[in-house]
């Protein structure tokens, strides 16, 4: 898996609901080290400092620095002052909910076009580059994303952005995968954090998902899933996977329309009696 005391930079920590927090989580399980970003120290008083899932000490604990990725400076230096880094996590997005989501794809607000481009996607690339030199064995980038083939309601231009991100993650893949480093994506499900609160009707997003992912999708509980598939990307059971989108999305992602009443995922209690029913003991793990 990751490193054991290899350093691991997260990017993209709002609180502790956050997914890069239990990404961060993950890669401390298995011994690398973690340096999460906050954009700045603003939002980090707001969301973090705010939050009542850690206490004080758990907070302290975190070894946290500020990164606006939408300042080229301020990525280089962040890089510049860690020095060699095992693998990067860009668990970055952001889109102005009153212009580029909600009903009516159509906007007028160009400056929120660029700016939420900016962040959700060229950010990336910007990333990349400082990090690259400082990944001196090789090592990997991972970025988070969303299912892009489909158009989804009210998700809009974050729906078009994330489509750009995954062109971004191949092209960045073929550019630097000659210096060892792998560059990869995650599309998860939809998962409850702050940053998705802010998405207009995001239940609705959660209920689609009930209709069509095969396994059963706990949009608080399955960012665990998504943090051991981080794992594993950034880890050395990985070295020959590049450019791809990995979906960790209770297989959502190849279902057409909605399940059938008999392929909707059993309840535990469902579960359970059909083991029984075949002879079988499920042990709690």
């Not at 950010?123 to 030199?133: D, E, G, K």
């Not at 998962?191 to 095969?214: C, E, F, G, Q």
Request: with cysteine.
């Amino acid at each position: 898996m990751v490193q054991k005391d290899g350093l691991y930079v997260i990017m993209g920590l709002l609180d502790a609901d956050s997914i890069a927090y239990a990404i961060g989580q993950e890669i401390q399980r298995w011994g690398g080290q973690v340096v999460y970003t906050v954009q700045n120290e603003r939002l980090k008083r707001i969301f973090f400092d705010r939050s009542d899932k850690l206490t004080a000490e758990e907070k302290a604990a975190l070894r946290i620095e500020f990164c606006d990725v939408t300042k080229e400076v301020e990525v280089r230096d962040l890089f510049e002052r860690l020095g060699p880094v095992c693998g990067v996590v860009h668990s970055i997005a952001f889109a102005n909910p009153k212009t580029c989501l909600g009903e009516n794809i159509f906007t007028n607000a160009v400056d929120d076009l660029k700016n939420a481009f900016h962040i959700s996607c060229a950010s990336l690339a910007t990333v990349a580059h400082y990090a690259l030199p400082h990944l001196k064995n090789g090592g990997a980038i991972l970025a988070l994303t969303f299912e892009s083939r489909k158009a989804f309601p009210f998700y809009n231009w974050m729906g078009v952005n994330k489509a750009a991100l995954e062109a971004l993650v191949r092209a960045l893949a073929r550019q630097y995968g000659h210096q060892l480093v792998r560059v990869n994506a995650i599309s998860a499900g939809p998962l409850l954090t702050k940053a998705a609160k802010a998405i207009p009707h995001y239940s609705h997003l959660a209920r689609v998902w009930r209709k069509m992912s095969p396994l059963p999708w706990d949009v608080m509980e399955d960012k665990t899933e998504v943090a051991n598939a981080a794992a594993f990307l950034l880890g050395n059971l990985s070295k020959k996977i590049t450019g791809q989108i990995i979906y960790v999305d209770g297989g959502a992602s190849i279902v057409g329309g909605d399940l059938l009443p008999q392929e909707r995922p059993h309840g535990e209690e469902e579960v359970h009696a059909l083991a029984e029913q075949s002879g079988l003991t499920l042990s709690p793990e």
